[in-house]
């Protein structure tokens, strides 16, 4: 069963509360199993609503599903966002809800601030499962190296700064991007429902501007995300789309940029046929080989353990 609107608790954070959905919480083996749970950390503009597909792919295993500080319905929290702050809100989570240790699936951005969870407080952290996301980014050669975030985001930004007359007029908006034409579905309409705030006609999406834009602008491989890098112990897979945010054929990770990548190893990469790098997990597709990985690594810490 997909669970287009999972239950969401209220986890105080500095500065607020955070709102974690919270997949598969029903599920008898789920739950008493005793097995470790996912955590699950969205991209940079997105909510905990993309994961439906991903939790109906592991029915047995409760995923836990943060909306980022200044995403979703946690966007009135106060304070600096930023990936450092971002994995303190994530260890947060874990301890209101009493979990020692998780998985860690995360897509996008919340790769990066995965990572930085994973080299702080590597005894959280069992294993990480990378969505195109956490390996440094190239910057742009169009975009000056000074550049600010709102520059960085580029149409993502804007979108940040629209109003919509209604749902409607959004979901019209969210159909015409390249990304979905094809893949419009329950649970992308459900995702972009659920971005939305305020009252018509001056609906806005929920991610703030100014967190997002200091979010991104760590995602270039400063020297202490680097050192982060190299500080993490978790095993770790890397799973890449091989098209882009707006579908095209030039993808956020170019084909071996992740067999580069020397300061996290050994990093398992694993290459995802016919997806884009939003349908890597709003995609029946992409979200099936997304739980495939995620499965697999649980499986595996759950074999060292019996041994």
């Known amino acids: 069963m997909i669970e287009l609107e999972p239950p969401v608790v209220s986890v105080p954070v500095e500065g607020g509360d955070l709102a974690v959905g919270v997949y598969n919480g029903a599920d008898d083996a ?60 994530l260890i947060a989570v874990l301890d209101a809800l009493e979990v020692p240790a998780a998985h860690l699936v995360a897509h996008s951005m919340g790769a990066f601030v995965s990572v930085v969870t994973a080299a702080l407080h590597p005894d959280r952290v069992l294993t990480l499962t990378l969505v195109d996301g956490g390996l440094p980014l190239q910057r742009p050669a169009s975009v000056s190296p000074t550049a600010s975030g709102t520059e960085l985001l580029g149409p993502a930004g804007e979108r940040l700064s629209m109003t919509f007359a209604s749902r409607e007029e959004y979901r019209q908006f969210w159909h015409r991007h390249p990304a979905f034409a094809e893949q419009w579905s329950p649970v992308v309409q459900g995702y972009v429902d659920y971005d939305l ?103 595996s810490t759950a074999e060292v353990s019996s041994h």
Do not use: K, M
């Open 30 to 89: 789920a739950v008493h199993s005793g097995a470790a749970p996912v955590l699950a950390v969205h991209g940079i503009t997105a909510n905990h609503r993309c994961w439906p597909l991903v939790a109906a792919a592991l029915p047995h295993v409760r995923l836990i599903a943060p909306d980022l500080r200044g995403r979703g319905r946690s966007s009135s929290v106060a304070g600096a966002a930023g990936l450092r702050q971002h994995a303190a809100d």
């Open 197 to 299: 705030e305020g009252v018509e006609p001056a609906l806005r999406p929920s991610a703030v501007l100014q967190a997002v834009s200091a979010d991104v602008v760590e995602l270039y491989g400063p020297d202490w995300y680097l050192e982060a890098l190299r500080a993490v112990r978790a095993p770790a897979s890397f799973l890449r789309a091989p098209r882009g945010l707006l579908n095209e054929p030039t993808a956020l990770y170019a084909p071996g940029h992740a067999d580069d990548q020397r300061a996290l190893t050994p990093l398992r990469v694993v290459e995802i046929d016919d997806v884009n790098h939003y349908t890597i997990v709003l995609a029946q597709h992409g979200a099936a080989a997304v739980a495939e990985e995620v499965g697999r690594a649980i499986a």
